[in-house]
């Protein structure tokens, strides 16, 4: 499993059609639990789980997930500067799967 970073080389993406329309999707690891993230923090899963269930709930139910390419400055997502939104987060072990539609 790839986790998702700012190298396009590794990035999955996937073209769903409804109609005329095409929507193209990125998807794989967003957050990994019990290991060492590239800050140098580990995340016990009970914490994470709860962050995300939250997130899950607030943000991804509501369709309010903006993202921006690569890392913002702060936690605040700039609106003038969303370049997706996730869809859905799920767990598999201790990985987030992350999907989500590019805007």
């Not at 396009?8 to 993406?13: H, R």
């Not at 995300?52 to 139910?61: G, L, Q, S």
């Not at 690569?70 to 987030?96: C, F, K, M, Q, Y």
């Amino acid at each position: 499993m790839k986790l998702i970073t700012e190298q396009l080389e590794d990035l999955e993406y996937v073209v769903e059609s409804v109609g005329d329309k095409k929507n193209v999707y990125i998807t794989g690891v967003y957050m990994e639990a019990e290991r060492k993230n590239r800050n140098g923090r580990i995340y016990p899963k009970h914490v994470l789980e709860s962050a995300v269930n939250k997130y899950v709930t607030e943000y991804v139910n509501t369709g309010r997930a903006g993202s921006e390419l690569n890392h913002p400055e702060g936690p605040a997502v700039n609106p003038e500067r969303i370049s997706h939104r996730i869809t859905e987060l799920n767990w598999e072990g201790n990985d987030v799967i992350g999907k989500a539609l590019v805007l």
